[in-house]
């Protein structure tokens, strides 16, 4: 099977780009027409591009499409006809090749769920469980409704945890930029003043002197050190063993660590909540939530509570004894279990953690903001007393 970009016209004249897969050029043109299309090329196209096909398409793009999707066949319009609809409509380009291809393969006999799987990069496990679930009992629009509102509560956390870093990298970020320019083009300027002056330079100047000459001569070995490093980060992220130690220390930072449980928590409990509110049995729904919960750690944690469960224990107990669940999400679960609401309980904990997390947000932008501005005082202040220290001697040299 390879892949084949395509242009085509719809019935009105409106062009049509996109990719699909095909064993070759002619089953490709004949897809094309299976969509309703006017071809005006077909060629075949490199893997790499069908990855960068996938990329753009965020968690509000699913939401919107979901609600859509959802209020379209409760109105009673045919599957295809809806799909069709909902390609034409959407604004993202990368997301329509893809509505085109789930199209073309319902309209080939492939049920929706299935359709959905073959693209997974797009629609997680998680996505394709819940429309098999609605399929098999009937309840599509329910089950889509309960993906959309999922996927816009998982945006708004994304948005604030996004906030929270964003004050720290730019502050960090722009302090770099001032250290660099400082040591690139103002500190050369007083080294020559002193060399000439032959002055005696303190420890400090000399310090910062001997970093400046490192990073005019070395500035290409920093910057090919630092991209090393990364690319061995990111190869050894993908070590089982490192990926968990790295995972389990996001839980347990100093500042960070709390906000990093409490996300991980949310996710956990809202993903929960929706799957078991669509009809799956807790114990598949754990198997997903383990994939979605976005830490190993916390993933291997949720393992433990499948087992368990597997041996008769309610969850509500099992989340007693691990470490990063507090004792008021184990509480509220108990009283889901014992009224025979858990969804809704799930439902009311996961909206309190995200209360706590704007909460949490908010303080640590209190904190954070006078501590990277004290900081940037230090360093940028170091730097120019290290720089003024000589012109100081030589002034008091002067004097006497």
Same mark, same amino acid.
């Not at 609809?85 to 789930?102: C, G, M, P, S, V």
């Not at 970020?173 to 083009?185: C, E, K, Q, R």
């Not at 090919?224 to 968990?244: Q, V």
């Given at each position: 099977?390879?892949?084949?970009?395509?242009?085509?016209?719809?019935?009105?004249?409106?062009?049509?780009?996109?990719?699909?897969?095909?064993?070759?050029?002619?089953?490709?043109?004949?897809?094309?027409?299976?969509?309703?299309?006017?071809?005006?090329?077909?060629?075949?196209?490199? /893997?790499?591009?069908?990855?960068?096909?996938?990329?753009?398409?965020?968690?509000?793009?699913?939401?919107?499409?979901?609600?859509?999707?959802?209020?379209? @066949?409760?109105?009673?319009?045919?599957?295809?006809?809806?799909?069709?609809?909902?390609?034409?409509?959407?604004?993202?380009?990368?997301?329509?090749?893809?509505?085109?291809?789930?199209?073309?393969?319902?309209?080939?006999?492939?049920?929706?769920?299935?359709?959905?799987?073959?693209?997974?990069? &797009?629609?997680?496990?998680?996505?394709?469980?819940?429309?098999?679930?609605?399929?098999?009992?009937?309840?599509?629009?329910?089950?889509?409704?309960?993906?959309?509102?999922?996927?816009? $509560?998982?945006?708004?956390?994304? $948005?604030?945890?996004?906030?929270?870093?964003?004050?720290? @990298?730019?502050?960090?970020?722009?302090?770099?930029? &001032?250290?660099?320019?400082?040591?690139?083009?103002?500190?050369?300027?007083? /080294?020559?003043?002193?060399?000439?002056?032959?002055?005696? %330079?303190?420890?400090?100047?000399?310090?910062?002197?001997?970093?400046?000459?490192?990073?005019?001569?070395?500035?290409?070995?920093?910057?090919?050190?630092?991209?090393?490093?990364?690319?061995?980060?990111?190869?050894?992220?993908?070590?089982?063993?490192?990926?968990?130690?790295?995972?389990?220390?996001?839980?347990?930072?100093?500042?960070?660590?709390?906000?990093?449980?409490?996300?991980?928590?949310?996710?956990?409990?809202?993903?929960?909540?929706?799957?078991?509110?669509?009809?799956?049995?807790?114990?598949?729904?754990?198997?997903?939530? $383990?994939?979605?919960?976005?830490? /190993?750690?916390?993933?291997?944690?949720?393992?433990?509570?499948?087992?368990?469960?597997?041996?008769?224990?309610? @969850?509500?107990?099992? %989340?007693?004894?691990?470490?990063?669940?507090?004792?008021?999400?184990?509480?509220?679960?108990?009283?889901?279990?014992?009224?025979?609401?858990?969804?809704?309980?799930?439902?009311?904990?996961?909206?309190?953690?995200?209360?706590? @997390?704007?909460?949490?947000?908010?303080?640590? &932008?209190?904190?954070?903001?006078?501590?990277?501005?004290?900081?940037?005082?230090?360093?940028?202040?170091?730097?120019?007393?290290?720089?003024?220290?000589?012109?100081?001697?030589?002034?008091?040299?002067?004097?006497?």
């Amino acid at each position: 099977m390879g892949y084949f970009a395509y242009l085509a016209q719809d019935a009105q004249g409106k062009e049509t780009k996109g990719i699909l897969e095909a064993k070759n050029k002619l089953e490709a043109e004949t897809k094309v027409r299976q969509l309703g299309l006017y071809i005006s090329w077909v060629r075949p196209e490199h /893997r790499f591009r069908e990855k960068w096909e996938l990329m753009g398409i965020s968690k509000l793009d699913l939401a919107i499409f979901s609600h859509q999707f959802s209020v379209m @066949i409760s109105s009673g319009i045919p599957l295809l006809r809806a799909l069709k609809a909902l390609a034409e409509e959407t604004d993202n380009k990368r997301f329509r090749t893809i509505i085109n291809k789930i199209r073309l393969d319902v309209e080939n006999g492939v049920s929706l769920s299935s359709a959905f799987a073959k693209h997974p990069k &797009v629609f997680s496990n998680f996505f394709v469980s819940l429309i098999k679930a609605g399929e098999s009992a009937g309840v599509l629009p329910t089950a889509l409704n309960r993906l959309a509102n999922y996927f816009e $509560k998982e945006e708004d956390l994304r $948005k604030k945890v996004a906030s929270s870093f964003a004050y720290p @990298i730019i502050v960090s970020l722009f302090a770099g930029g &001032v250290v660099s320019f400082l040591l690139i083009f103002i500190v050369p300027v007083f /080294r020559s003043v002193y060399k000439t002056l032959r002055i005696n %330079l303190p420890g400090p100047t000399i310090a910062l002197i001997t970093l400046s000459n490192a990073l005019i001569k070395f500035w290409w070995l920093i910057l090919l050190l630092s991209g090393f490093i990364y690319y061995l980060f990111r190869i050894s992220k993908k070590n089982e063993i490192f990926a968990l130690a790295l995972d389990k220390l996001k839980l347990r930072l100093p500042i960070f660590g709390q906000l990093n449980r409490k996300v991980a928590l949310s996710r956990f409990v809202r993903t929960l909540s929706t799957l078991i509110g669509s009809g799956l049995t807790l114990n598949s729904s754990l198997g997903i939530v $383990k994939e979605v919960v976005g830490n /190993r750690f916390m993933g291997n944690t949720v393992e433990l509570i499948q087992r368990d469960i597997n041996q008769g224990r309610p @969850i509500s107990d099992s %989340l007693k004894g691990q470490e990063f669940f507090p004792p008021i999400v184990s509480q509220m679960i108990s009283v889901g279990e014992e009224s025979g609401n858990l969804n809704v309980m799930l439902d009311k904990c996961a909206d309190f953690l995200d209360e706590d @997390i704007d909460a949490l947000i908010k303080s640590l &932008v209190v904190k954070l903001e006078p501590s990277l501005t004290f900081f940037l005082a230090v360093l940028v202040g170091f730097i120019a007393l290290a720089i003024y220290l000589p012109m100081f001697d030589l002034i008091r040299q002067i004097s006497k």
